[in-house]
């Protein structure tokens, strides 16, 4: 179960991710290539190829969880990244779009709005 935390961060994995990996491999690859803790309690995702797979690695009190999509039909708008080492931050609402797939930069989306106060 994921957590809804504002501290939360969603990382992708840019590129393709071999989805032969399981958690140990994917923690070795948020570790090592991205230079992230696997053991922060973020989202890290990585996508095959054909990007019709997904896997989302998540730390949570004394375990992992391991997610995984397959899509049927159709693939994930995964974006692409101009460094293969750096991993591409987006937001809990980004991630739902790219679940849903939806490109994570929606142009009709509404702007989110932080209030101080309400009046």
């Known amino acids: 179960m994921i957590t809804d935390t504002s501290q939360l ?30 053991l922060s309690e973020n989202l890290f995702v990585f996508c095959n ?18 997610y995984y999509r397959r899509l049927e039909k159709g693939r994930f708008n995964w974006p692409r990244s101009d460094s293969p080492d750096q991993a591409i931050v987006i937001t809990r609402r980004q991630l739902t ?4 797939g939806l490109s994570i930069h929606q142009q009709k989306a509404h702007a989110c709005v932080q209030y101080s106060s309400m009046v």
Not at 49 to 64: A, E, P, S, Y
Not at 97 to 100: F, V, Y
Request: aromatic share 10%; no cysteine; net charge positive.
């Open 9 to 38: 961060k969603v990382y992708l994995a840019p590129g393709s991710t071999d989805m032969r990996k399981s958690i140990d491999g994917l923690a070795l690859l948020a570790s090592e290539v991205l230079e992230l803790n696997p």
């Open 49 to 66: 190829r054909g990007r019709d797979k997904l896997k989302i690695l998540h730390w949570q009190t004394n375990g992992f969880w391991l």
């Open 97 to 100: 779009w790219l679940l849903d």
